[in-house]
């Protein structure tokens, strides 16, 4: 069964672009591969131009086309807010997000590991720490504690 995910980067004036990914979406699974491999804007713009069945171990990746089958459909929202309400739409588990700061972030609709609505540091996911909440402002809408809106 897939586990499917967005993985997707922040641009410095906040627009997020990035695309499906299929296989293996959880944190242990592409979440780590991400964190190992692709660590700069100009990899996951490169990474995120088309559809993704997977994304292997070693960081190579399987695209559902030949990259010149099709134009770029690479996907874009106005900001991580609309990336992060995108779930309905897409049907995805799992959102990755590489933040204009360089930090790997995960958001999840059902995993009890990020127990903080929004996206949380991919990093703590995988030592298996949990989010602190008390590190979360309690806003209408949530944010981190520095404003950052969670969704």
């Known amino acids: 069964m897939a586990t499917r ?15 499906y990914c299929h296989w293996d979406g959880y944190p ?15 990899a996951v713009e490169a990474l995120t131009q088309y559809d993704m069945s997977s994304i292997n171990e070693d960081g ?11 134009p770029e459909n690479q996907m874009s929202w106005g900001n991580a807010v609309e990336f992060f309400i995108d779930y309905d739409q897409l049907g995805t588990e799992y959102h990755y ?3 204009n700061t360089g930090e790997w972030e995960v958001s ?6 990020i127990s903080v609505t929004g996206f949380v540091p ?3 996911v995988l030592t298996g720490e949990r989010p602190d909440p008390e590190a979360y402002e309690s806003t209408d809408p949530p944010t ?7 969704f």
């Open 144 to 150: 981190y504690a520095n404003g950052v809106p969670l």
């Open 97 to 99: 997000l590489l933040r």
């Open 60 to 70: 190579s990746v399987e695209y559902w086309i030949e990259e010149n089958d099709f």
């Open 122 to 124: 991919l990093d703590k």
């Open 108 to 113: 999840a609709r059902w995993d009890s590991n």
């Open 28 to 42: 242990k699974g592409v979440g780590r591969v991400l964190l190992s491999n692709w660590n700069t804007p100009e």
């Open 5 to 19: 995910s967005l993985i997707a980067y922040e641009t410095q004036d906040g627009v997020v672009y990035g695309n």
